[in-house]
């Protein structure tokens, strides 16, 4: 049986979320041959406003960063391949796993309301439009969280 995803791309950024996702695209490269592609995506910073001066860092200013923190990060995951991209992420996602041939895209899905209502939802921009299957990794969710029990009520006929 040939694998069922010959191409995986995991999407990283800082933070414990996009370990979990980057170990569940290493395990599920394990399972079968192919390629891994750990990809990054750069965004250019919010300017800097002091009086009425702005400042934006020169492009290089920041990607050459993301290049290295992406270059270390994969330094001790076999066989994966770092990819940096630029530009606003879930859209960046998208065409690079159209442009190459991604069978699936692998990324954690871990921000709150006030992140998704400030940045946008990168994994549910990416669920709804990547061209290929998408792996949305939560962290776990932690057991004395607070909330309402879950019920299981009978059916009734």
Do not use: N
Request: proline content about 11%.
């Amino acid at each position: 049986m040939p694998a069922p995803y010959r191409k995986i791309a995991c999407f990283i950024e800082e933070g414990h979320a996009s370990e979990l996702a980057l170990q569940e695209a290493v395990a599920l490269r394990a399972l079968t041959p192919g390629e891994l592609h750990v990809v990054h995506v750069a965004t250019r910073p919010y300017p800097l406003f002091v009086g009425m001066y702005g400042s934006i860092p020169p492009v290089e200013q920041y990607t050459d960063a993301a290049a290295d923190w992406l270059r270390d990060r994969v330094a001790d995951v076999p066989g994966a391949t770092p990819r940096l991209l630029r530009g606003w992420p879930p859209r960046a996602a998208c065409q690079y796993v159209a442009r190459e041939g991604i069978d699936l895209l692998v990324a954690a899905a871990h921000r709150g309301l006030v992140e998704r209502a400030m940045l946008g939802g990168f994994a549910a921009y990416v669920a709804y439009h990547a061209p290929c299957s998408v792996l949305l990794v939560h962290p776990p969710v932690p057991t004395d969280a607070p909330g309402e029990e879950a019920v299981e009520l009978a059916a009734t006929p």
